[in-house]
């Protein structure tokens, strides 16, 4: 597991505390202190994954507290069958989709021409500058394939799993990804 | 990155790809939430937690409240189905009422009440056939009852007249001996009273008054009569309540 939360706070150091799907039942039994250590390991790859949806911060906060919201109201109906990271992103993306059906929906033709217009990179790009391309890169896909890319890349979560909390099949996810990968490696290494 | 499945080359490129992707990634600049959200989530989560825990802490209340009213409910139902269930037997319910003279009669009665509850449930079956008969002869139980009752009380008052004269009576029987302990005791319990039923019965609690000096006295001498130590403490109780009272020749010895 090189990507998700486990990673940031190390095999061993996870292998001794409680897991996710524990701490959430415990928060659910109303211990406040295992929700504490809960957010603290989801916060920031919650929070990435609306800031990398929504160009704009405020929106992307909105969003980030109003599925935490979601999550502390609906904690007795969790259920420790499933991961909580696939639990929370599934509440997560639901609250995404339903923020785009109010405000004006993007299209994927429209962010695909963006996409075209922004990979332009003819120079050799340092790193950094590679960083902040990967990003614009990123923000530039169709919503779907952002959206499973950002699953992947912040999660970890399986195939499976990504398409559980989408409400796809892993065959959608699959290609999703594909054309994701492809786009920003073409783009890249122009 | 490991954690596609490998469904053939195709997945095997894919997670490669995906992998080398990751890196780059991880790179990237690691956007937080601003603190004061993080502030406003975690109170929310912990005041949606606490407003349950202070409904738990006082849920136990509840409990104890339901099971109080439910321990109290049923003791008024028992309490006051007793007397009604003694009376349908043909029953007294209320102790002889002489308080005293009449505790050997009293004894009798309660020993008659236990075992008529002993033998309650057998009564209850066959009360559903004879309601009628019961209902006609519990009348005429009772006030068989209460003559029993004036009997015996006659007779005891009888007994205590034989034994006005300590010389005379000679050792005393046992029931002698407990209604000198009654003497002594000198108690009119609050609980016999109450128990009382029939205006007769009232009347005759009232007549009862504590034993007077003289009847202490013969108390006393009974029980040295029978060879009972406490009659020298009762003497001596009885001295300093009355200290002035003379006392007969066979207590000064």
Known sequence: ?190 | MNSIHNNGPDDKLLNEEIEELGHTYQQLSPEEPPELLDQAILNSAHRAVEQKDHWLDFGWIHGLTTAAVIVLALSIILTQRQPTELEENGLSPAAPTAVGRTRPIESKSKDEVRQQRSSAPATREARDDSQTKKTLHSRSALLEEDKKQENMMQKNMATEAGVSSPTEAGVSSPTELEFADEVLSAKAPDDQIGMLKTDADKARAEQSAPPSEKEQLQAILMLKQAGDARWKEALRTFTERYPDYPLPDELTD
């Open chain 1, 1 to 190: 597991m090189v990507l998700g939360v486990p990673r940031r706070i190390g095999y061993a150091a996870f292998m001794r505390e409680k897991t996710d799907e524990q701490l959430m039942q415990q928060y659910a039994k109303g211990n406040a202190k295992a929700f504490d250590q809960l957010y603290e390991r989801h916060r920031g790859s919650l929070y990435r994954y609306f800031r990398r949806q929504v160009s704009d911060e405020a929106t992307a906060n909105d969003l980030y507290q109003g599925v935490w919201e979601k999550m502390i109201a609906a904690r007795k109906k969790y259920r420790s069958s499933s991961p909580f990271s696939a639990w929370m992103f599934r509440i997560a993306h639901n609250h995404l989709v339903d923020h785009y059906r109010q405000s004006k929906p993007v299209t994927s033709v429209e962010m695909d021409t963006l996409a075209d217009q922004q990979a332009l990179p003819t120079e050799h790009v340092i790193d950094g500058q590679q960083r902040q391309q990967l990003q614009e890169k990123i923000a530039a896909l169709p919503q779907e394939q952002r959206n499973t890319l950002l699953l992947k890349l912040e999660t970890g979560l399986k195939m499976e799993e990504i398409a559980s909390v989408t409400g796809t099949s892993r065959e959608t996810v699959k290609s999703r990804l594909r054309y994701a990968v492809d786009k920003l490696k073409r783009s890249l290494v122009e």
